[in-house]
Nanobody
Framework: QVQLVESGGGLVQAGGSLRLSCAAS????????MGWFRQAPGKEREVVVG????????YYADSVKGRFTISRDNAKNTVYLQMNSLKPEDTAVYYC???????????????WGQGTQVTVSS
C-alpha cells in the first residue's frame, strides 16, 4: 500500500509559477512510477506528467511540454512538479498518482492522492 499526500497548490496569475509536492509513504518509493493527473471542472481527468521509478524516463502531455518539469527525490520519498508560465486553462485539481511502471501509470495508476487545487487567474 502507498499513501500519497500532495501540497503546494494555490492561486496564481497567468504567467506565474507554482511547485507541487507529493510525499509518499508505505512501500519502497523507488519501485513506483509517479506523476500527476489533473481534472478541470466539467472535464475528464487527464494525465499531465509522469516519471519512472529511478527518474530516467519522463512523460509530458503536449499541453505542458516546455512549461512543466517533473522530478523526484527518492531519498525523501517525494516527487515534485514545477509549473511555469501557467495559463488559465491549467486550472484544475491536480492529483498525484503512483503505479508499478510508467506505462501502467499512464493507463491506470494504482494509488492516488487526495488532490490539490491549482487556480490560474487571467
Amino acid at each position: 500500500q502507498v499513501q500519497l499526500v500532495e501540497s503546494g497548490g494555490g492561486l496564481v496569475q497567468a504567467g506565474g509559477s507554482l511547485r507541487l509536492s507529493c510525499a509518499a509513504s508505505g512501500r519502497t518509493f523507488r519501485d513506483y512510477a509517479m506523476g500527476w493527473f489533473r481534472q478541470a471542472p466539467g472535464k475528464e481527468r487527464e494525465v499531465v506528467v509522469g516519471i519512472s521509478g529511478r527518474g530516467g524516463t519522463t512523460y509530458y502531455a503536449d499541453s505542458v511540454k516546455g512549461r512543466f518539469t517533473i522530478s523526484r527525490d527518492n531519498a525523501k520519498n517525494t516527487v515534485y512538479l514545477q509549473m511555469n508560465s501557467l495559463k488559465p486553462e491549467d486550472t484544475a485539481v491536480y492529483y498525484c498518482a503512483a503505479a508499478n511502471s510508467l506505462l501502467q501509470f499512464r493507463a491506470a495508476p494504482a494509488y492516488w492522492g487526495q488532490g490539490t487545487q491549482v487556480t490560474v487567474s487571467s
